[in-house]
């Protein structure tokens, strides 16, 4: 599977952003789709997560309500649309597949490159 990121941006607090991740390679109706980000001087940390087969959403606590996941199953392409943006957001985010919930949330199988989100205060 791989993984092409994109959409990242500098945005001001309360702005949103969109990013979007093509999916390419085997089948992926099984998989489960991801989002992590990693900010400076912080832990690697998982965001949000949607199920192909289904559109099932799961999301970390700090984004909410402010974040969405989304899946174009036609396009293969999976999207973040992240509002109510705050400084804390700043990271550089991953697009990540996985097998089961355990691996998306912690450990995924697939990582694309990431793509730089700066939200200024």
């Known amino acids: 599977v791989q993984l092409q990121a994109s959409g990242g941006g500098l945005v001001q607090a309360g702005g949103s952003l969109r990013l979007a991740c093509a999916v390419s390679?085997?089948?992926?109706?099984?998989?489960?789709m991801g989002w992590f980000r990693k900010a400076p001087g912080k832990d690697r940390e998982f965001v949000a997560a949607?199920?192909?087969?289904?559109?099932?959403?799961r999301y970390a606590d700090s984004v909410k309500g402010r974040f969405t996941i989304s899946r174009d199953v036609a396009k293969r392409t999976v999207y973040l649309q992240m509002n109510s943006l705050k400084p804390e957001d700043t990271a550089v985010y991953y697009c990540?597949?996985?097998?089961?919930?355990?691996?998306?949330?912690?450990?995924?199988?697939?990582w694309g490159q990431g793509t730089q989100v700066t939200v200024s205060s």
């Open positions: 949607t199920w192909w087969i289904n559109g099932r959403e």
């Open positions: 990540t597949s996985g097998a089961t919930t355990a691996m998306i949330t912690t450990t995924p199988n697939y």
């Open positions: 390679g085997r089948s992926i109706t099984s998989l489960i």
